[in-house]
Every structure is written in structure tokens, then in C-alpha cells.
């Protein structure tokens, strides 16, 4: 869930004001309400959650086009399309098995 600051009605802020000044302008004891600092600014309307699509929240996603930008970059550099010269795929090596401990 993203958060973001929103004016309240009312109230003139200074640029460098930070989010405990500003719950503590308008609700002195908040602490005493409240067992967190945001949940007071959630409930006075400082901050309020802004629904994003789940998507956008996974890190695959956010940097995709920073993870192509640099596999473009590193076949200008080095050529080729990340295939073997001879055209042949390289063969994976078969896992051994393990069973308590021991190779079969």
C-alpha cells in the first residue's frame, strides 16, 4: 500500500514540518490515543493509502525494464543473442540424488 501526505483544511504547514510535528499540531496527547504514529495520521487525514495494483509491487515488475536496458546493453558490448557460437545449447548436468545423506 503506497502513502502519501495530504493537506488538512485549516492548517498552514511549514515546508520541513515532519509527520510526528504535524500529528502532534493537531492532536497534542496522540500518543495516548493511538499505538502508532501512523495510525494517528491515517485517522486525523495526514496520510491516506492510495490502492495500487498488486502487480506494481513486485520488484520483477518495477525493474523489467532496468533488467532488458542492461542484458541490451551487455549484447551491444559483447555481441551475440546469448546462444553458444556453434549454435548447440550446453546440456545440464543430471542432479544425484540424495538419500540420508549419501549419494546413490
Known amino acids: ?55 506494481s509491487l513486485l520488484l520483477s515488475n518495477r525493474h523489467a525494464g532496468v533488467t532488458s536496458a542492461a542484458m541490451e546493453a551487455h549484447r551491444e558490448q559483447w555481441g551475440g543473442t546469448g546462444q553458444p557460437a556453434n549454435g548447440k545449447a550446453r546440456k545440464k548436468r543430471a542432479k544425484k540424488r540424495r538419500t540420508n545423506g549419501r549419494h546413490m
Open 1 to 55: 500500500m503506497n502513502w502519501r501526505v495530504v493537506p488538512v483544511p485549516g492548517f498552514r504547514y511549514r515546508q520541513a514540518m515532519t509527520l510526528r510535528e504535524r500529528v502532534e499540531q493537531l492532536l497534542p496527547n496522540w500518543e495516548g490515543w493511538y499505538p502508532s504514529l501512523f495510525d494517528a495520521a491515517r485517522d486525523l487525514g495526514i496520510i491516506r493509502a492510495r490502492p495500487c495494483p498488486p502487480s
